[in-house]
């Protein structure tokens, strides 16, 4: 079978790059050998790179029985374990998605928005007029304790206090692209006592993992299941032949959620305050239609204003924080692009080369919300949260919170970047993320009746 031409260097090369330069990579091989590309990397199967909307459309909804992407995702395993819904395909895979997406959509989301108001009220409470902060960590403890009240029904006492501290600990083991490569390359999987790096990562997962199993056995003592979080609802759903979730497929799922439910929130929520504070026009024009809110506006209404919502659109588009979507991965000959695949094949849907098409969005660098106010774009043009089968579940969830925690900030606060320098995009672990955090100061405080305040 021929492959779409890409670069030759050797894989290990690839690797550096991926590593170290994932965007120029990206856009140096889309610029030499187009919308579809083999990249070769160390520890990987050819990865045919695509990046051309119709190339997607015809991916993206093709029967989902062609392809898999658990054995793909295995690069998630040494976290997520076997049972999570990322590792598997199929039946099974649809089972798990069917029980967890109603309580990230409509009625049941919408339940949360107060809830993330409040705590971005609390953790933001103790900022102070001249004091600097890194945007990233702030909004990463919001939105790992929105997670964990979403997926445990608390977020509060000893031992969720330690939940979310080593979550954040286990986290920063991959927040550079040299700690990354931990988990490319599996040969650098290695425990080498509490002091090595992966050492140090595996207590702290085990740790994670003695109190999660303690919340489990506490709450299957207390027999009631009748909670409203996702917990009570996985420990109440039982399979086709009866049979209830054992523990390790409850701690899996759950680490899931919590995994790619905040990281992957924090960071969108760091560029958009980014963009937010370093194009004064953006910052004005959204104060201006946040000064129709008050505490009483319902969360809906404010997840509905249009400016806001284009501004969360065009961050996502800019720094998709997932550069691809998950492989897919052929289980039966398939044609795209004048190419005939074999089974086997990983096609690799490129989410930021299709973001950065200058056919679909003009002056692709240029951060302008109004290009959502001003047309429609497809799923395949615009696919932050990938597509088809195996779309993100919290999609709903993630922009509803995203508009609510930056409603709630820029209307109590006056904030400035505390250095305006071009901020770089960075690999963190699979993620990419504003290099820095961004690093902010507080300026003011609004009371009350938020008024204008030009950035
Ligand atoms: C800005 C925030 C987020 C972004 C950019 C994002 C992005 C993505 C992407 C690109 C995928 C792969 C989709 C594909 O392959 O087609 C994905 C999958 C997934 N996301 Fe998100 N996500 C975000 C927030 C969340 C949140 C808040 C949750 C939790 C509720 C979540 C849970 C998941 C899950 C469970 C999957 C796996 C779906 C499956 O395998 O069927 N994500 N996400």
Redesign the pocket.
């Known amino acids: 079978m021929k492959l779409p031409d890409g670069p030759r260097t050797p894989a290990f090369v690839q690797l550096i790059q991926v590593l170290f330069r994932p965007l120029e990579f990206l856009e140096e091989n889309a610029k030499r050998y187009g919308d579809c590309f083999t990249s070769r990397i160390t520890g990987f199967p050819p990865l045919i790179v695509v990046s051309h909307p119709q190339a997607l459309q015809q991916i993206m909804t093709a029967d989902s029985k062609l392809f898999e ?1 658990g054995p793909a ?1 295995k690069i998630f395993h040494f976290i997520v374990g076997d049972d999570s ?2 590792l598997l395909d199929g039946d099974r ?1 649809q089972r798990k ?1 069917r029980l ?1 997406t109603p309580p ?1 959509h409509g009625e049941r989301m919408r339940t949360y928005g107060k809830l993330i108001c409040d705590i971005t009220e609390k953790v933001t409470d103790n900022w102070t007029i001249g004091k600097s902060f890194i945007a990233r960590s702030a909004l990463q403890e919001i939105s790992l304790r929105v ?1 964990l009240r ?1 997926v445990f029904g608390v977020d509060e006492g000893e031992r969720f206090e330690e939940l979310r501290q080593l979550f954040s600990q286990m986290l920063d083991n991959f927040d550079s692209p040299v700690k990354s490569g931990f988990l490319f390359l599996k040969t650098l999987q290695k425990d080498l006592g509490p002091w090595s790096p992966w050492g140090s990562f595996v207590r702290q997962r085990e740790r994670i993992d003695e109190l999660i199993y303690a919340e489990i056995q506490e709450r299957r003592q207390q027999s009631d299941t009748s909670g409203e979080d996702i917990l009570s609802l996985m420990m109440s759903a039982c399979d086709e032949a009866g049979r209830s979730m054992t523990d390790r497929e409850l701690r899996d799922e759950l680490i ?2 919590l995994l ?3 990281e ?2 924090a960071s ?1 929520l760091a560029w958009a305050l980014y963009w937010i504070h370093k194009l004064p026009t953006v910052c004005d024009k959204l104060l201006k239609e946040l000064e129709n809110i008050s505490d009483d506006t319902d969360p809906s209404e404010i997840a509905r204003l249009p400016y806001l919502t284009a501004v969360c659109q065009e961050t ?1 588009r800019i720094y ?3 550069l691809f ?2 492989s897919r991965i052929l289980k039966a000959p398939f044609q795209l692009m004048g190419y005939d695949f074999e089974p086997g094949t990983y096609l690799s ?1 490129c ?1 930021y080369l299709t973001h950065q098409r200058e056919d679909i969005y003009p002056e692709p660098k240029q951060f302008k919300p109004e290009r959502f106010l001003e047309r429609q774009f497809s799923p395949y043009e615009y696919m ?12 709903a ?2 922009q509803f ?2 508009k609510l925690v930056l409603a709630t900030i820029l209307t109590r606060w006056q904030l400035d970047l505390a250095d305006h320098r071009p901020v770089r995009a960075v690999r963190r672990g699979l993620a990419t993320t504003p290099g820095g955090g961004v690093s902010m100061v507080v300026t003011g405080k609004k009371v009350k009746a938020p008024n204008l305040v030009s950035c």
């Open positions: 992407s995702n819904l990322l895979h998605r967890l990230f997670i979403a899931t959620l790619a439910g905040h992957t929130t969108a996502l998709p924080i997932a979507t998950f849907p989410i932050p949260f990938g597509g088809g089968n195996r779309r993100c579940l919290g999609m969830f993630a919170e995203m």
